[in-house]
C-alpha cells in the first residue's frame, strides 16, 4: 500500500490547494503504479510544521517569508 505523505508548513496552502494535491499526487503514484491500487493508494498532507519552524540552507524561515517568494517580491534564500 503506497503511502505518501506532503508536509507543508501550516496556514499557507488553501483546503482547495490541498485537495488539488492529494489528487494529483494520487494520480501521478497511479501512472507509475497502476489504476489498480487506487483503492490503497494513500495520500496525507500534514501541514502541522509552525511559522518559523523551518529553513532552507540554515536560514530560518516564516509563512510571510513563503508568502513574499511566491509574490515575487523577493527570491528564496540560496542554499550554499
Not at 499526487?25 to 491500487?37: F, H, K
Not at 508568502?67 to 528564496?76: L, P, R, S, Y
Amino acid at each position: 500500500m503506497p503511502l505518501v505523505t506532503i508536509k507543508l508548513i501550516e496556514g499557507i496552502f488553501s483546503d482547495q490547494q490541498k485537495q488539488q494535491m492529494i489528487e494529483r499526487v494520487t494520480d501521478a503514484m497511479l501512472s507509475i503504479e497502476g489504476e489498480n491500487l487506487r483503492p490503497v493508494t494513500w495520500v496525507l498532507i500534514d501541514d502541522s510544521v509552525r511559522s518559523g519552524d523551518w529553513g532552507i540552507g540554515g536560514h530560518g524561515l516564516t509563512v510571510e517569508d513563503f508568502q513574499a517568494v511566491a509574490a515575487g517580491k523577493t527570491t528564496a534564500p540560496a542554499i550554499g
